[in-house]
Structure formats: structure tokens, C-alpha cells
């Protein structure tokens, strides 16, 4: 298989302009978008990590993180990327 891995900080601060009780959904399709853009796959092609979902959820569905520091693994044979924490 072949995969590509790059490692980048998304910005989610565009959650703010959003009702406070649906940040973390937002947070979540916010960055599925930005993986999609920056990867060149098609939006219901990107996997998020449980451990991602369980960072963006940590401090409840009102106050997700500012900023996330993940790892894209971009396969090429299926043209999809996986959204993971850097190790």
C-alpha cells in the first residue's frame, strides 16, 4: 500500500462563531473538512482515531480544543486518509 504521512496543526477556531452546545460536533466535521481540503479525498473518505474524538470530546461538548496536533495517513490505493495523534 502506499501511503504518504504528514504531520500538521489544524486550527479549529472557527468554532467559536457556533451555538456552544454543538462545538465538539462541529469541531469534529470542521476538521474532517480540513483533512478532505488538505489531503485531496473526498469528505466521506477521511477517518477520524477514536483517540481524536476522544481529545476533541475531553472537556465536554461546550469548549473543544483551540488547536490539534494530528498525523494524516493519505493511502493512495483507495484515495482515503486516516486523521490520527502523533506519537
Sequence with gaps: MAEKEMNLV???REIVYVSRKR???AAISLLRRKVSRFAKVPLEKVWIDDQVNKLIWSRGIEKPPK??????????EDN????LLPD
Design 10 to 12: 489544524i486550527s479549529l
Design 23 to 25: 462545538r465538539s460536533p
Design 67 to 76: 488547536k490539534l496536533k494530528v498525523k494524516i495517513v493519505k493511502i493512495e
Design 80 to 83: 482515503s486518509a486516516e486523521v
